[in-house]
């Protein structure tokens, strides 16, 4: 998938994702709930394409169930903050 291979890039339209959740009526933590889901997923099926991947998914990797959780509220906060 083109759009992982830019961090960037990626991380804008994370934002927008969320950002179109919220105005759905979301709640956060159904959008924590969510990335932490994605997150999942994403460690097991989809290689890092990047750096920063690599970094989040070796993190991912070491992390039990309440840490990966918070990696990806932390993630969340990141790409909120591109909006």
Do not use: C
């Amino acid at each position: 998938m083109q759009l992982l291979e830019n961090w960037e890039r990626w991380k804008e339209f994370l934002g927008d994702r969320i950002e179109q959740a919220e105005q759905q009526g979301f709640s956060q933590n159904l959008i924590n709930e969510l990335a932490y889901h994605i997150g999942d997923y994403m460690a097991k099926y989809v290689d890092p394409k990047n750096p920063q991947e690599r970094l989040i998914s070796d993190l991912w990797s070491v992390a039990d169930e309440e840490e990966q959780r918070a990696i990806a509220k932390l993630i969340v906060k990141l790409a909120r903050q591109e909006k």
